[in-house]
Nanobody, 127 residues
Framework: QVQLVESGGGSVQAGGSLRLSCAASGYTYSSDCIGWFRQAPGKEREGVAAIYPGAYTTYYADAVKGRFTISQDNAKNTLYLQMDSLKPEDTAMYYC????????????????????WGQGTQVSVSS
């Protein structure tokens, strides 16, 4: 059984930082495609960042480039999203996802075709 559990969300002031974690059980991060998504009320779920550990290739949405950093720790079997310089528009439910289908990671990220999803952690940024 595969389970992804996000943590680290919370309420912060604009300009602050948060570090989200996604711990996996029944699944081992290795060379699969892993990513973070977010969904604000009334909005569609959008890709934030993804990583292909095998080649350590990363992808970021334009809105978060330079502010967010995705990383993973195989020893701890955990995915991270370091979020700095947070803005009110970053407010959303953040989800982690993993895919082991072998598909192109960038394509999987763009189409949101991940096999496994967490239940999300709320991030609220106030002005």
């Amino acid at each position: 059984q595969v389970q992804l559990v996000e943590s680290g969300g919370g309420s912060v002031q604009a300009g602050g930082s948060l570090r989200l974690s996604c711990a996996a059980s029944g699944y081992t991060y290795s060379s699969d495609c892993i990513g973070w998504f977010r969904q604000a009320p009334g909005k569609e779920r959008e890709g934030v960042a993804a990583i292909y550990p095998g080649a350590y290739t990363t992808y970021y949405a334009d809105a978060v480039k330079g502010r967010f950093t995705i990383s993973q720790d195989n020893a701890k079997n955990t995915l991270y999203l370091q979020m700095d310089s947070l803005k009110p528009e970053d407010t959303a439910m953040y989800y982690c996802a993993a895919d082991s289908s072998g598909g192109d990671c960038y394509y999987v990220f763009l189409t949101r075709q991940f096999g496994y999803w967490g239940q999300g952690t709320q991030v609220s940024v106030s002005s």
